[in-house]
């Protein structure tokens, strides 16, 4: 089946730098990622969907420039989260979908924890 | 604008008992799929099932099945023979489009809040 990575699993950043997650397709092509982001016992909220190539299209209430989303291949994605403060601690899922392949399928997830 | 509403925020079932879980939606479209995650603590979502509104036939994978009701906007979930290894939150999500936009890049899932099932020994 298919399979996506995540990495990192855990950061912790101290507040006012920034952190890179990637996300990666290791056995399809990822036409369309999604960036979410989940709180302890909450549903999955979707930040940003990005086309392979193009700029990534932002959920209404997340900072686009808070939160860059380059998903320069195929095969990864990364999102950015600039300058970071505790609150941005959470756990950010990432999931991808192929041409062709209509099922989504989501990564392990990053914990991200800014102190 | 689509909506997913799961009204049990907790349940909890006995091992080798039968358990559902409720998931209503909201939508103006006709044709869409729905589908059951599974979130188990490792917090890897894992899709459980699948079910396209143009079949009327409920889809079943092993334990699980669904009760879809088209007209009522319903989408529960039966798992049967509950295991230990079935304790996760569970959310349902929809997916607007159609079989002839499945692929397409724009169209988002949208999920409920989640039912976090306990499995009793």
């Known amino acids: 089946g298919a399979v996506v990575s995540q990495h990192p699993s855990r950061v912790i950043c101290k507040s006012g730098t920034s952190v890179k997650i990637e996300c990666r397709s290791l056995d399809f092509q990822a036409t369309t990622m999604f960036w979410y982001r989940q709180f302890p016992k909450k549903s999955l909220m979707l930040m940003a969907t990005s086309n392979e190539g193009s700029k990534a299209t932002y959920e209404q209430g997340v900072e686009k420039d808070k939160f860059l989303i380059n998903h320069a291949s195929l095969t990864l994605s990364t999102l950015t989260v600039t300058s970071a403060h505790p609150e941005d601690s959470s756990f950010y899922i990432c999931?991808?979908?192929?041409?062709?392949?209509?099922?989504?399928?989501f990564g392990p997830g990053t914990r991200l924890t800014v102190t | 604008a689509q909506t997913v509403t799961q009204s049990q925020p907790e349940m909890s079932v006995q091992e080798a008992e039968t358990v559902t879980l409720s998931c209503t939606y909201d939508t103006s479209e006709s044709d869409y799929y729905l589908f059951w995650y599974k979130q188990p603590p490792s917090r890897q979502m894992i899709l459980v099932i699948r079910q396209e509104a143009y079949k009327q036939q409920n889809a079943t994978e092993n334990r699980f099945s669904v009760n879809f009701q088209k007209a009522a906007k319903s989408f529960s979930l039966k798992i049967s023979d509950s295991q230990l290894g079935d304790a996760a939150m569970y959310f349902c999500a929809y997916r607007g489009g159609g079989r002839m936009n499945y692929g397409g890049a724009t169209n988002k899932l949208i999920f409920g809040t989640g039912t976090l099932l306990a499995v009793q020994p």
């Open positions: 999931s991808a979908r192929g041409r062709g392949l209509g099922e989504q399928y």
